[in-house]
């Protein structure tokens, strides 16, 4: 069982950047899709990109994939998320998520390992 810690996480301003990690433990995150799903207030959560384990290929939500691009470090054990230009409608925490085998990469249900979320308030 693989354990997940985001960070990155904080307070910016509109057109402002951050970079989320996802940073596993208890098992090597290179064998698993890894998502970033992310739920704002009174919302459902929602899939933000997923990369897959094996050849890196790249899933994004059609109303983000301009402005964000997900990556790894197989050698850090670690996912990242770079959102740029942000807007107050990203303000959510992000969560990610990982599975070794999936179907549907932005399908919740598919993720049996979690983190715990960190807070992207965007703002002025």
């Known amino acids: 069982q693989v354990q997940l810690v985001e960070s990155g996480g904080g307070l910016v301003q509109p057109g402002g950047s951050l970079r989320l990690s996802c940073t596993a433990s208890?098992?090597?995150?290179?064998?698993?899709?890894v998502a970033w799903f992310r739920q704002a207030p009174g919302e459902e959560r929602e899939a933000v990109a997923c990369?897959?384990?094996?050849?890196?290929?790249?899933y994004y939500t059609d109303t983000v994939k301009a402005r964000i691009t997900i990556s790894r470090n197989n050698a850090r054990n670690t996912v990242f998320l770079q959102m740029n230009n942000l807007e107050p409608e990203d303000t959510a925490v992000y969560y990610c998520?990982?599975?070794?085998?999936?179907?549907?990469?932005?399908?919740?249900?598919?993720?049996?390992?979690w983190g715990q979320g960190t807070q992207v308030t965007v703002s002025s």
């Open positions: 990369i897959s384990g094996r050849d890196e290929v790249r």
């Open positions: 998520a990982a599975a070794i085998v999936i179907a549907t990469p932005g399908e919740i249900d598919e993720y049996e390992n």
């Open positions: 208890g098992s090597t995150l290179a064998y698993y899709n």
